[in-house]
């Protein structure tokens, strides 16, 4: 787009929204051209808006100029899914952050886009209600953009990822429509069709969502193995025995030993991993869990046992396990996040293959994982000033990803497919499959304009040379 | 191309009717390549296919507007992957629900589909039906527990979505838009579930809801510390689902966890109902899950054919608001009421009938019509055939049709799948 018509865009944006919600200045839009992933190109311009008729303006502009539309949340995106890769427009929540509307008898809220995560359950813990899904990016991450990769977190295994919390969505089409749809309602689920579709297919402007009630009590155990296979291992005859616990997380000794020198929540240095189990329920189901548990998990080589009941103990071990990523920051200057999933017998296969592979590659590794869900998150350690280090990061990347699916996994749990891992999409599905995909958006964005160049494959354009990963250290990056 | 295997008991196309339309054919493919190539074929030569399970749920929606062909999915009935250590399970869409709880119940396992007459229904119809059973709000709908799906679209192609893992970000999640959507969009062919441990005790507990003390029994339910998987207030239904009195109303709670957690949400709800004036509570543990199954067909049986049975959805605060509704619309159209209002999830399940078959149409077509002037959202579950024209199946259109319409259009052009059957007229 040439310098005239970005001009044009910028002034249509503002005499729709007013200068105030519109940035265009290049040193204000540099916030707006990189995630937790990479960094891409500058937008013409960054949106503030501060309701559906503002983003319906935006898009409608938007759509008459064809610029394309970015919508971000926080940021801690780990694929690149919010950078902008063609200039257009970024839409920022961050002035859409209000709480519309809690319904406590019903068990649901009602949430702008640009709510953090972690803000709704503060919200109704009061009233002894929770949300779900707990990324752990869930104190700065924002609820639309956990909508559009379908997050997770460590207590997906019993709770599910956002795709089964959402009950219902506003949202802006193409033509700038403003879209109420809901699961109660008859007809396709435009809702669920929404989750998981990065930006790709409408912009989100309200979700209505499910809560929980708290558990009547909570207790999180703390084992050391020899190593990460074996714990796995553990891991898979827990749930193989019919136990589903609350959440199985696994870190090995080069994560534990990090987070231990940060969080100092008294983990066993000597371990080669730690699985965390936190069990949720009933106050005497819960002893007879942990009892259960403990005794499968010292039948599969459990070295040690620790069980935390008291509030602060757990919230500590959590802090230490939601922060892992950024302790890394002691041990490497930089360093790049996998995610993958494979069905949970085959984790001690894949951890050992993601250690080969990064021995192939003379890299350090990391994992810090949801073992219950055969989720896996390698941390690749790397100089970026080191070219030969970034690019076996990005050869290693890519082998772990193919041994995952030859495993019968797939390439992303929960952080989505953004613009990284967008060629790899074919490794998992047939052109048939990723036709049909895109058949949904042709109806919905049928000028490309919505998110470009995420999720789909990039096709004829396929030379293009992929990203390299500059990931942010310290409180940048999650898992 | 292989020949489809033999079957005792082929249906006629009369028995497969839908409204005024009855099939010309009958098919029953042997696998997915045979299903594919034929639905490609009848696409290409303009002619309409409509998929059958166990035609348990084919009382929802529309009858179609053309009909060249009936589908059945019958010999695609086969478990293709249990990895039951992983707790998943792939299974082709013919498979009855019976035969896949039997499969999973082997390891200890289940999938909660809720679907009504399992014996019969089968995966793939449950999921395109939408089906919607009582212990969602405890487990999630059908469509929460799928991971992964294959269909065959109109144009024959062979699509998959998902994968065999439980936590899956990789692509558009298409299975969630097949589910519910009748048949319009796709075949299901198959379809992959998470599946979950057993729990250890399962439990009925029944208690009569006298009219008198029914809203203030109902409150009091509210302050139950344990949430049961199911908990339903019944009037009528009598010998359908527990052969107890049927003048006064009735509570049907289940109970599903450890043997602990049961006893105390036995404790917590007889404490409820005492308090509320309701002394006795029956328990039912061995037949616990026949009385849950019993519930559950009652959904979609009818009385004779002098009845017609609607869901209504909505919120469970405004439950027997609906509720009344339906009591004050029956008592102004002389039809009989028998409802099944559902707590946990917001259902009404309300059966009307007429006394004598005779005068049920003019009676239910003037119920129908002020039903949807007073709810917005309620479907037809089940009605005598000659009926489904003359009700609206699906209530009001529901908003964004206009881009569901534009959905059906780029994925079946031709409108060879199931056209007219789904929500305004699609």
């Known amino acids: 787009m040439g310098r005239v018509s970005t001009k044009r865009f910028q002034e249509r944006l503002v005499d729709a929204l007013g200068a105030d919600a519109v940035r265009t200045d290049p040193e204000d839009l540099a916030v707006y051209s990189f995630d937790a992933f990479s960094e891409e190109t500058l937008p013409a311009a960054a949106v503030l808006p501060k309701d559906a008729r503002d983003v319906s303006a935006i898009v409608r502009i938007a759509n008459e100029l064809e610029e394309p539309i970015v919508p971000r949340g926080a940021g801690t995106g ?33 949430v702008q886009p640009g709510v953090i995560n972690l803000e709704l359950s503060k919200h109704a813990q009061p009233h002894g209600l929770f949300f779900g899904p707990d990324p752990s990016s869930q104190k700065i991450s924002t609820l639309g953009g956990n909508v559009g990769t379908n997050a997770g977190g460590p207590h997906a295994l019993s709770y599910g990822s956002m795709t089964n919390h959402v009950l219902g969505l506003e949202f802006v089409s193409q033509d700038g429509e403003v879209h109420q749809i809901s699961q109660d309602d008859f007809g396709y689920d435009l809702t669920s069709a929404l989750v ?4 790709t297919l409408g912009i989100i402007t309200a979700i209505d969502l499910r809560l929980l009630r708290v558990p009547a009590a909570v207790r999180v155990c703390l084992a050391a193995f020899g190593d990460v296979e074996t714990a796995s291992e553990a891991v898979s005859a827990i749930v193989g025995a019919g136990i589903v616990p609350t959440a199985l997380e696994i870190m090995d000794r080069t994560i534990t030993q990090a987070v231990e020198a940060h969080y100092h929540a008294g983990f066993p ?30 039948e599969h080589g459990a070295l040690s046992w620790r069980s935390a009941s008291e509030a602060a103990e757990r919230e500590a071990l959590w802090a230490s396990r939601k922060g892992a990523a950024g302790a890394i920051g002691r041990i490497a200057p930089n360093y790049y996040i996998q995610d993958a999933t494979v069905p949970r017998t085959r984790l001690p296969q894949a951890l050992h293959r993601v250690d080969e592979i990064a021995r192939d590659h003379a890299l350090q590794v990391g994992n810090v994982f949801h073992a219950g869900d055969g989720n896996l998150h390698p941390l690749l350690m790397f100089d970026r000033r080191i070219p030969s280090q970034v690019e076996a990061v990005i050869a290693a990347g890519t082998e772990i990803l193919e041994a995952c699916i030859a495993l019968g996994g797939t390439i992303s749990g929960e952080h989505g497919i953004g613009y990284e891992k967008r060629d790899a999409l074919r490794y998992v599905f047939s052109t048939d499959d990723l036709a049909t995909m895109a058949r949904v958006r042709d109806v919905l964005d049928p000028k490309r304009i919505f998110n470009p160049d995420k999720i789909f494959p990039s096709g004829a354009a396929c030379g293009e040379v992929r990203a390299q990963p500059q990931v942010a250290v310290g409180a940048g990056a999650w898992l | 191309m292989a020949l489809s295997r033999a079957e005792p008991t082929l249906p006629t196309p009369a028995a497969l009717t839908l409204g005024e339309m009855t099939p010309r054919e009958v098919v029953t493919p042997a696998g997915v390549d045979e299903l594919a190539a034929m639905v490609r074929e009848r696409n290409e030569n303009g002619e309409a296919i409509v998929v059958v399970g166990g035609g348990t749920l084919q009382g929802l929606g529309h009858a179609p507007q053309r009909y060249d062909v009936a589908l059945r999915t019958a010999n695609l009935n086969r478990v293709l992957e249990y990895e039951y250590r992983d707790l998943t399970i792939a299974v082709e869409a013919g498979l009855t629900v019976a035969d896949l709880d039997a499969a999973l119940a082997e390891r200890g396992q289940f999938v909660p589909l809720d679907a009504p007459q399992a014996a019969r229904s089968t995966v793939g119809g449950v999921l395109a039906s939408g089906w919607l059973g009582p212990r969602r709000a405890l487990y999630g709908r059908p469509r929460d527990l799928v991971i992964g799906m294959t269909v065959v679209l109109a144009d024959g192609t062979i699509a998959k979505s998902g994968g065999m ?35 250890a005790a399962r439990r009925v507990a029944l208690a009569t809801l006298p009219e008198q003390t029914r809203l203030r029994v109902l409150e009091h339910l509210a302050a139950l510390e344990i949430d049961p998987a199911v908990a339903v207030a019944i009037q009528g239904f ?9 003048a006064d109303g009735r509570l049907f709670f289940l109970f599903e966890g450890s043997r602990s957690l049961v006893e105390r949400a036995t404790r917590d709800v007889r404490s409820v109902l005492g308090a509320a004036g309701v002394p006795a509570t029956t328990l039912i543990d061995a037949g ?5 199954a019993r519930l559950v067909d009652a959904y979609t049986l009818r009385v004779g054919d002098r009845s017609v049975t609607y869901r209504s959805s909505g919120l469970p605060s405004d439950l027997f608001v609906r509720g009344e509704t339906f009591a004050h619309l029956a008592r102004s159209h002389a039809l009989d009421l028998e409802r099944i209002e559902d707590m946990r999830t917001g259902d009404v399940i309300a059966r009307l009938s007429a006394p004598v078959s005779g005068q049920l149409e003019e009676r239910i077509v003037a119920f129908d019509a002020a039903l949807h002037a007073a709810t917005p959202r309620a479907q037809v579950l089940a009605a005598p055939e000659p009926l489904r024209g003359k009700l609206a199946m699906w ?32």
């Open chain 1, 196 to 199: 998981g579709s990065e930006g």
């Open chain 1, 78 to 110: 780990l694929c690149g899914g919010a950078t902008p890769t063609r200039g257009g427009v970024v839409v920022s929540f961050a002035r859409m952050n209000r709480i519309l509307g809690l319904d406590v008898p019903n068990r649901r809220a009602r």
């Open chain 2, 395 to 426: 209530g009001s259109p529901p908003r964004s049709l206009d881009v569901m319409r534009a959905l059906k259009a780029r994925f079946d052009p031709n409108g060879t799948l199931a056209p007219g059957r789904f929500v305004g007229g699609i």
């Open chain 2, 288 to 292: 616990a899950s026949q009385s849950f």
């Open chain 2, 165 to 199: 893992v439980v936590k899956n970000s990789t692509g558009y999640d298409l299975s969630r838009l097949y589910c519910g959507s009748l048949g319009t969009l796709a075949v299901i062919v198959r379809a992959n579930f998470k599946t979950l441990p057993l729990p």
């Open chain 1, 269 to 298: 240095l000597d371990a080669g991993a730690v699985l965390l189990v936190e069990i949720a329920g009933e106050i005497d189901d819960i002893d007879a869990s942990e009892r259960a548990i403990e005794k499968i998990a010292r």
């Open chain 2, 238 to 246: 009598r010998d359908d689902i527990d052969g107890r009195d049927g």
